[in-house]
């Protein structure tokens, strides 16, 4: 469903980390990094490459994100008062590809930004065709009726591995999700320990 389709499981290797929690992870099998010398003793990581990782982690988490627009992201939650690190997820989640990924209308965060890339979601009634595309308090995304019986769509809707967050309102069958308010980091159901705190202090140094 995405040209990242291959990708996304090196990411899962590279982080040595099931980071979706996804059944099929290699990592289920080969608790190493990918490459002829994936399996070599993993040395300390030093302060500077912690908090590279950290970041790494939550780009790859949100689709491998590209670093410009990583960085946008986090220079928008950088001016907003309060936690930074809590308004960078809070920002992450209103995605609308996340918001679609999380509402469970599609099995993988990189076939979510395919699925808005084709134009089969509406928000507010209106289509919207920009995974990136900020969602606010209140605003509900549709799946369009013709893209409801999608392969990718009835698959995701019955998957068990993950739960619909409370912080969206989710009526599958109307295909429809509503942000009842922005998360933070408490509120996002991670399968693994993500930190922004250390996001932040990356950013600051560099």
Known sequence: MTKRTAAKYKIDRRMGENIWGRPKSPLNKR???PGQHGQRRKTKLSDFGTQLRAKQKLKGYYGDI???QFRRIYAEA???RGDTSEAL???LERRLDAVCYRAKFVPTIFAARQFVNHGHVTVNGKRVNIA???LREGDVVAVRDRSRQLALVLEAVALAERDVPDY????HNKMTARLARTPG?????YPVRMEP??????????
């Open 185 to 189: 980091l408490g509120d996002v159901p």
């Open 78 to 80: 950088e001016r907003q």
């Open 89 to 91: 997820i809070g920002l």
């Open 31 to 33: 608790e190493y990094g």
């Open 66 to 68: 590209t670093e410009k």
């Open 132 to 134: 990136s595309y900020r």
């Open 197 to 206: 705190n250390l996001v932040v202090e990356f950013y600051a140094k560099n």
């Open 168 to 171: 969206l309102e989710v009526d």
